[in-house]
């Protein structure tokens, strides 16, 4: 299986900041990589898919970049409902697909 | 609208074998290229791919239990069904089902999901 590690583990951030992400796969894994936002209690939720590409309905300060085994997330302003768990999930090797242990991000 | 939601018992003993129903409207299963895929995450932890049911009706399973679960699917009724047997307190989780896509540039994703049921596994 390919392993996706995510770093940080959580931080803190203010409404207003500029937040990254960062998510690394075991191996290469081109741009087959998809993000996904988890609030408490509820279902994850499509950001970013193709390591990039935004999704409909997803609003532009959240960008996706990167290829091979290093990518980023960045939330460019970081707003009240944005707030949540991140999590990364490589498609390269579908259907065994897996997905990083997460990001949390908190109100600082 | 396409949506999706998980159906099945809150609490199961050891052993014992677990049944969910996944309800889905707004899609079928009958359209060239859709799938619908199982995803667990136990409480506070990451999630976990389980199994995968396509238009075609070939099945596919996460590696490490694909000797416990089987998927199947009622396309007349649009609802997908996991079972899975021998539970153990480890399966503890927030069962998920969700629509499986592929999109260009030949990028699988879940695009839609169900709610989740929590599944306890406890004598």
């Known amino acids: 299986d390919i392993q996706m590690t995510q770093s940080p583990y959580s931080l803190s951030a203010s409404v207003g900041d500029r937040v990254t992400i960062t998510c690394r796969a075991s191996?290469?894994?081109?741009?087959?990589l998809n993000w996904y936002q988890q609030k408490p209690g509820k279902a994850p939720k499509l950001l970013i898919y193709?390591?990039?590409r935004l999704q409909s309905g997803v609003p532009s300060r959240f960008t996706g970049s990167g290829s091979g085994t290093e990518f980023t997330l960045t939330i460019s302003t970081l707003q009240p409902e944005d707030f949540a768990t991140y999590y990364c999930?490589?498609?390269?090797?579908?259907?065994?697909?897996?997905f990083g242990p997460g990001t949390k991000v908190d109100i600082k | 609208q396409v949506t999706l939601k998980e159906s099945g018992p809150a609490l199961v003993k050891p052993t014992q074998t677990l049944t969910l129903t996944c309800s889905f409207s707004?899609?079928?299963?009958?359209?060239?290229?859709?799938?619908v895929s199982w995803i667990r995450q136990p409480p506070g932890k990451a999630l976990e791919w389980l199994a995968r049911?396509?238009?075609?009706?070939?099945?596919l399973y996460t590696t490490s239990l694909k000797t416990r679960l089987t998927i199947s699917k009622d396309t007349s009724e649009n609802q997908v069904v996991l079972t899975m047997t021998n539970m153990d307190p480890v399966d503890t989780a927030t069962y998920y089902c969700?629509?499986?896509?592929?999109?260009?540039?030949?990028?699988?994703?879940?695009?839609?999901w169900g709610q989740g049921t929590l599944v306890a596994v406890s004598s």
């Open positions: 969700a629509r499986d896509v592929v999109v260009v540039p030949a990028a699988q994703i879940f695009d839609y």
């Open positions: 191996r290469s894994i081109s741009r087959y």
């Open positions: 193709a390591a990039s």
């Open positions: 999930q490589q498609s390269y090797s579908n259907p065994q697909v897996t």
């Open positions: 049911i396509d238009w075609d009706g070939n099945k």
């Open positions: 707004g899609f079928s299963l009958r359209t060239l290229g859709m799938r």
